[in-house]
Structure formats: structure tokens, C-alpha cells
């Protein structure tokens, strides 16, 4: 059930012709001269000029991201901190109060 089945070659029926005679051709050599083509322009591609001014202006434009980044960051931390701190205040006013509220029964 699982063995492959190889089929056998079937002989060939009807007229077998036998193979055709090949004559060997003989190759001459010419001189054919190759054509010249004109030689393709390479296409410029613009590059760019690193001055120092641009140099400076690239570097100011990288220290102002990145110091405006770390102020952003900075005061968002410090604002879940703030509020952090402020949730645990009011927790312990409230756990007092319910406590000295449980005291005075």
C-alpha cells in the first residue's frame, strides 16, 4: 500500500525510424571587426558638501533635540512623582481619619 509503484518503460509501437546522419560542419574563421559604441555617460549623482559651518549648525541642531527631549522626559517623571507622592498623602489622611473615626465609637 505505502511502496511507491515504478511504471516500466513502455516499448515503442508502430515504425521506428533510425537517427539521422550528422555531417559535421566545418567553422571558417572571418575577420569581422566588433562594432564600437560611444561609451554611456555616468550620471552624476549629487553629493553633498559637509562645511564647517554645517558641520556646527548639524551639531547645535542635535544638542537642542536632544536637550529638549531630556526636558520633556524630565518633567514628565517628575510629574508622576509629584502625583505619586500626592496619592500617598491623601491615603494616609484617609486611613487616619478612618481610624480615629473608628476610635470614637
Do not use: D, Y
Amino acid at each position: 500500500m505505502f511502496r511507491p509503484k515504478i511504471p516500466t518503460m513502455p516499448t515503442p509501437t508502430g515504425l521506428v525510424s533510425p537517427p539521422a546522419a550528422v555531417r559535421p560542419t566545418v567553422v571558417e574563421p572571418t575577420t569581422v571587426e566588433p562594432v564600437q559604441t560611444p561609451p554611456v555617460p555616468v550620471a552624476q549623482r549629487p553629493t553633498v558638501q559637509i562645511t564647517p559651518g554645517t558641520a556646527l549648525a548639524v551639531i547645535g541642531a542635535g544638542t537642542a533635540v536632544v536637550l529638549v527631549v531630556g526636558t520633556v522626559l524630565v518633567s514628565m517623571l517628575l510629574a508622576t512623582a509629584v502625583t505619586a507622592a500626592s496619592v500617598a498623602v491623601c491615603a494616609v489622611v484617609v486611613r487616619s481619619l478612618i481610624a480615629s473615626s473608628a476610635k470614637r465609637r
